[in-house]
């Protein structure tokens, strides 16, 4: 996100815009606070998580058209060819 953002600020606690929450949570943040202004910069990136790398892995099939039948198609090719190739290697 490169957009200025309005946000709100309950009990002390800066609420983060909703397309940031998952990939700050955890993440060390350094705050320069200067009269009205808060800089906030994220130290550390958060560890990625399986349900973070499903994300990116949806997303890229979307963007490039990737079914699930495709894919579904393509790991039965490579399993028959490994079987087949396991099978030639046994012979010789």
Do not use: C
Request: charge should be positive; hydrophobic fraction near 35%; aromatic fraction near 4%.
């Amino acid at each position: 996100m490169n957009t200025p953002t309005i946000t709100e600020v309950s009990q002390g606690t800066i609420t983060l815009p909703r397309s940031l929450r998952r990939e700050w949570n955890g993440a060390r943040v350094y705050l320069d606070v200067r009269n009205d202004t808060i800089v906030a910069k994220r130290l550390e990136k958060p560890r990625l998580t399986l349900s973070m790398m499903m994300d990116e892995f949806k997303r890229a099939a979307r963007e490039t058209g990737l079914t699930r039948a495709t894919a579904t198609n393509a790991i039965s090719n490579l399993r028959r060819n490994r079987q087949r190739q396991t099978t030639n290697a046994r012979r010789h």
